[in-house]
C-alpha cells in the first residue's frame, strides 16, 4: 500500500464544494497533496456536509493516513434589505438612509435590519457595502435610522454584506445558524470549528464551551477588532486563520500583509497552527495556471513559516481543483529546498518556554541536527508533544506517534508532522522499538541511520513529556 508520505512541511486544506464532492475527486485532491479538508457551511445543507464527511472518512480508510475535517461555520453575516427594483444605483455626495424599515428600498433609504448597528454606530463612522465595493459615512444618527453621506459610489443591489469596520459590534460570534450546524456536525467527527468575525476571547471561550472537547478551535481573523485583541484571542484558541477576504474588506489593503506576519508570529510563539487562506490562487477558478503574484503569495506564506496555506474557491467551485492543489504543492516543494527558506526560519526560532517538555523538545531538535538525524518521533498522547517540536521547526521530519485517531486528524495541519496511528507502547524501551519500526515503514529511515524518539514516561499520561532517546536502525 501506498503510506502517502509527503516530503513537504507546510500542509495544505482544500474547501470541498460542487467542483470536488465526489468520491473520485477528493481521493485525487487527497492524492495530490491535501492533508485537510474544509467544509464551508455558508454554502450547502446538511445532507451535503454529512456525505462528504463520508467521502473524506472513506479516502482516509482507502490510503491508511489520517485526514483532518474543518468545519467551517458562517457567523454573523450583515446585509441590507431589498430594493423596489432589485438595485440602485448610489451617488457619490448623496445622502442615504439604513433604516428599520422592511418595505423595499430606493435611492434614497435601505431597511438595515441589525438594530446593534444602528445602536453602536456613531457619527463619522464608516458603513462598507458589497465587499467594500461602496464606502458610506454616517452624518446623522437616530434611535432608528444612520443618515449617511455616500463617500463611493456604485450600484447597491438585495442583500449585500455590510462591514463596519471601526465599531466593536455586540453580536455573538455563534448565531442560530451556526449552533445548528456545530450540533449536527460535531456529532459526525469533525476535526476543526472555524470561527468567523472572532472579536474577542469570550467569542472563542463559547464555541470551545459548544465543542466540549470534540473539536479543536480555529479563530478567522477578519475584523480589524480582532487584531487588536489578537493576544487574547490566541491564548484561548487552539488554532488560527489569517482569513484575508473580509480582513481586506474591513482594513485598507496596505494592512494585510503586516497583519498576516503578525498573526504567525503570534501563533508561532504560542506553538499554535497557522492557516494563510482566502485567494491564494484565485486565478485558477477559472485558468490551469496561476499569475506570477499568487504564486508569490503562497511562497512568501512558506518562507513566513505559515503552517497551512488554504484553497477556497479554487478547490470548492473551481474548473480546476486538483492542479491548483498539485500547483500549490510544486510551489510548497520548491520554496522548501531553498536555501534562504532554512535561514529564515533559523532565525526566527524561538526560545523554548521554561518548562521539562519545552526543554525536551528543544533539545531533541538539537540532538537531531548535530547527529544528522533522520526524523523525530515524538509520542504524544494528546498531539501536544508533537506541537511542541513542530513549534522548533527542526530541520528532519517529525513523526507523531499516537494511539488516538481523533489526535492524528487534529496534527493533520500541524506544520511538519507525518502523524501515525499506532499501539500503545508501556516502556521506553518499547516505544524506542516502536519508532524504529515506524520510521523504516514509514519510509523515514533505513538501516545504519539515526532518530531521536521523545517520550513520556510514565506512558499513557498527557503531558509528561520527560523523556528523549537516540535510537540506531
Request: net charge negative.
Amino acid at each position: 500500500m501506498d503510506r502517502m508520505r509527503r516530503h513537504r512541511r507546510t500542509k495544505i486544506i482544500a474547501t470541498l464544494g460542487p467542483a470536488s464532492s465526489s468520491p473520485e475527486m477528493i481521493l485525487q485532491l487527497f492524492q495530490a497533496g491535501v492533508d485537510m479538508f474544509r467544509l464551508n457551511f455558508s454554502h450547502g445543507s446538511h445532507e451535503d456536509h454529512a456525505e462528504r464527511i463520508r467521502m473524506v472518512r472513506a479516502v482516509e480508510k482507502q490510503t491508511g493516513r489520517p485526514v483532518g475535517i474543518l468545519a467551517d461555520v458562517q457567523g454573523p453575516k450583515l446585509r441590507v434589505g431589498t430594493f423596489q427594483d432589485g438595485r440602485v444605483h448610489l451617488q457619490t455626495g448623496q445622502q442615504f438612509t439604513f433604516d428599520m424599515d422592511r418595505t423595499p428600498g430606493d435611492k434614497n433609504r435601505v431597511c438595515l435590519p441589525h438594530p446593534e448597528i444602528i445602536r453602536t454606530a456613531d457619527i463619522g463612522s464608516t458603513l462598507l457595502l458589497d465587499d467594500g465595493k461602496l464606502r458610506l459615512r454616517v452624518l446623522q444618527k437616530f434611535d432608528d435610522r444612520l443618515v449617511t453621506e455616500v463617500i463611493t459610489g456604485g450600484v447597491l443591489s438585495d442583500r449585500k454584506g455590510v462591514n463596519v469596520p471601526d465599531v466593536l459590534l455586540p453580536i455573538p460570534v455563534l448565531t442560530e445558524k451556526d449552533r445548528a450546524d456545530l450540533d449536527f456536525v460535531l456529532p459526525l467527527g469533525i476535526d476543526y470549528i472555524g470561527l468567523s468575525f472572532v472579536q474577542r476571547a469570550e467569542d472563542v471561550i463559547e464555541a470551545r464551551d459548544i465543542a466540549a472537547g470534540r473539536a479543536l478551535t480555529m479563530v478567522k481573523l477578519e475584523k480589524p477588532q480582532g487584531m487588536d485583541n489578537l493576544d487574547a484571542i490566541m491564548d484561548v484558541t487552539d488554532s488560527v486563520m489569517v482569513a484575508r477576504g473580509d480582513l481586506g474588506v474591513e482594513l485598507p489593503p496596505e494592512e494585510i500583509p503586516v497583519a498576516q506576519k503578525r498573526i504567525i508570529r503570534a501563533a508561532q510563539l504560542r506553538g499554535k497552527p497557522v492557516v494563510v487562506a482566502t485567494q491564494m490562487l484565485e486565478s485558477m477558478i477559472s485558468s490551469p495556471a496561476p499569475t506570477r503574484a499568487e504564486a508569490s503569495d503562497v511562497a512568501t506564506a512558506v518562507f513566513d513559516g505559515a503552517d497551512v496555506v488554504m484553497l477556497s474557491a479554487e478547490s470548492a467551485a473551481g474548473q480546476y481543483p486538483r492542479e491548483a492543489v498539485e500547483m500549490m504543492d510544486r510551489i510548497i516543494t520548491r520554496v522548501e529546498r531553498d536555501q534562504d527558506w532554512r535561514i529564515g526560519l533559523d532565525a526566527k526560532r524561538l526560545q523554548p518556554e521554561k518548562n521539562s517538555p519545552d526543554a525536551i523538545a528543544a533539545a531533541a531538535v538539537q540532538v537531531a541536527h548535530t547527529i544528522n538525524a533522520k526524523a523525530i518521533v515524538a509520542f504524544t498522547e494528546s498531539g501536544a508533544t508533537a506541537l511542541r517540536v513542530a513549534r522548533e521547526r527542526p530541520d528532519c521530519h517529525v513523526i507523531g506517534l499516537t494511539m488516538n485517531a481523533g489526535i492524528a486528524r487534529r496534527l493533520s495541519c500541524v506544520w511538519g508532522v507525518h502523524a501515525v496511528v499506532t499501539d500503545a507502547a508501556h516502556s521506553m524501551t518499547e516505544a524506542v522499538e516502536q519508532a524504529m519500526k515506524i520510521a523504516r515503514l514509514e519510509g523515514f529511515a533505513k538501516e545504519g541511520e539515526e532518530i531521536v524518539v521523545v517520550a513520556g514516561v510514565p506512558f499513557g499520561q498527557a503531558g509528561t513529556t520527560n523523556a528523549l532517546r537516540v535510537a540506531r536502525l
